[in-house]
Structures are given as structure tokens and as C-alpha cells.
């Protein structure tokens, strides 16, 4: 994989410059790069560069909301190869995904989504700030196996907590198993909102999720 390809893919980012991000992630593809290692190695490093300035106070919510901008549009252009090289065929099970009510973080959700898509999860994905009822009815409907729920906030991870609890009074808990995920959560508070599930990337939530099915 080619460095200079990789530090143009964060630098895109830092830049918030959605069509030198598109183009990176053009090139990776013509190249046969594999197209995850792009996001983890080129577009992340770029992501986790702005979050940091935002922290910091060297950034402000514009450049935040182009960083997120350009992610978007490298990923719209890898995701068919995500999918393409997913191996398994048959559906796994049926996944409802969303980002909790209150958060409007989408990136990591939907890249979730296109990785359980590309081992065979069938997911229906409902977006951000959705709220539990929203989720509930949907799993309840299309009778989910797996209720994926991410949150990008401290102040709204609560609510993974809250999807749980609701569904517990609901009974959905013996069908329908949780996994949770996103920046501030952890291990540990997986456990403590006893989630069936925890992953802290992509990929690792499709090995959880299949575990689950398994188990
Ligand atoms: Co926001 N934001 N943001 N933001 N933002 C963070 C999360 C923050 C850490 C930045 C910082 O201060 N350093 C901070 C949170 C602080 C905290 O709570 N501790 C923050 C803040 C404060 C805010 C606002 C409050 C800012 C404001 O308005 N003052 C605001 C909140 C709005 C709201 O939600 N109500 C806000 C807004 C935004 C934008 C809209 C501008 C934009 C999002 C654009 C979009 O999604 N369309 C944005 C962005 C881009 C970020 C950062 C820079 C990047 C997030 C991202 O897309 N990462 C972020 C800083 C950072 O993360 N370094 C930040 C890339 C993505 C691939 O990774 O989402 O972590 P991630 O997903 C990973 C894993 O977490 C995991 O797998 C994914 C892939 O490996 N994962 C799961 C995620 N979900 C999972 C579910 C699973 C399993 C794994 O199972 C179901």
C-alpha cells in the first residue's frame, strides 16, 4: 500500500475536502487496495487528527462537520468494494441498526452496516437520533436477531442503556440480543448495561455478531 496514497487520504480529511478524498479513494481502488485498510490507515488517521484539534479548541464545528463531509465521501466510493469482497453468501441474520436518539454521528454506524452487509447480515439501518421506540418497533417487526446500537457521545450513551432496559420490559431480549459500540464506549460499560455484545470497530462487530448467532 502505497504511503503517499495514504497520508493524501488523511490529509483530505484535514482539510475537509470531500473531492480530494473521493479521488484518493478512487485511486486505492484502481490500485487493488484493500479497501479497509484505506479507512483504518489512510481516512482515520486524518479523522483522529481533527478530533484531536477539536479537542484541543484548535478547530471549531466547521471544520468538524467537513471532516465528517469528506469521510462521507471516501466511504460512498469504497463501500461497492466493501461489499464486493465480503465472502459469505448466505444471510446470516437480520441486523437493526442504528445510531442512538440524540446523536447525529453517522460514520462509524454506517460503516458497521456495510460490513455486516458484506458477511452476509441482512441490516436494516435507521440512521441517527432514533429513537428507542423507532428501534424497538423495527426489530419487533422484521423480528431482528441482533439490535446494533452506536453512540458517538458520552452524554448519549444512555440511551443504549435505555434501548436495553425497554427491551427487557418488552420480553425482546430472549429473540433479539444487543451489541453496542462507538468511541466512548467500552468494554466495561457493555458489561454494565449488559449488552450481548461489544465491539470497538467494524470489523470486530462482525465477529461478534456472528458469535452470537452461533451461540
Ligand atoms: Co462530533 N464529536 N460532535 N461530529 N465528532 C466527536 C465524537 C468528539 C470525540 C470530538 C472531540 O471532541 N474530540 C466529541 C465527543 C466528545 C464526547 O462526548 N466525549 C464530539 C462532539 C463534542 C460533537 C458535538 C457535540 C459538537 C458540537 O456541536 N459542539 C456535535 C454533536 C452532535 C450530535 O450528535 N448531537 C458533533 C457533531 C459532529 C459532526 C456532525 C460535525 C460530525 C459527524 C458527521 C457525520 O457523522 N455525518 C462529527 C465528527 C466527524 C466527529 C469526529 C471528528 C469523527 C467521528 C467519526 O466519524 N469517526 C469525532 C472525533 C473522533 O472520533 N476522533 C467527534 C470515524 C468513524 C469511522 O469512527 O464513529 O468512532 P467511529 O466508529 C468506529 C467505532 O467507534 C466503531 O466502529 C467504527 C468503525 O471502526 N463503532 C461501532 C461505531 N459504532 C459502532 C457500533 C457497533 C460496534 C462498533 O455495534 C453496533
Known sequence: MSEALLNAMAQSIVD??????ANA?????????DPLEAITKGYMAGVNEVGDSYACGNVFLPELVMAGEAMKAAIAVLEPELKKRGTS??????VVLATVEGD?????????GTMLTAAGFE???LGVNVPAETIIAKAEEVGADIVGLSALL???MIRQKEVIEAMDRKGLRKRTR????????TRDWAQRIEADGYSEDAVGA?????????G
Open 104 to 112: 447525529i454521528h453517522e460514520i462509524g454506524k454506517s460503516l458497521v
Open 16 to 21: 475537509g475536502d470531500s473531492d480530494a478524498a
Open 154 to 156: 458520552t452524554t448519549t
Open 89 to 94: 453468501r448466505e444471510t446470516l441474520g437480520k
Open 25 to 33: 479513494a478512487r485511486q486505492a481502488v484502481e490500485a487493488g487496495m
Open 178 to 185: 444487543v451489541i453496542v459500540g462507538g468511541a466512548p464506549v
Open 123 to 125: 441490516v436494516y439501518d
Open 206 to 214: 462482525v465477529g461478534v455478531a456472528r458469535a452470537l448467532m452461533n
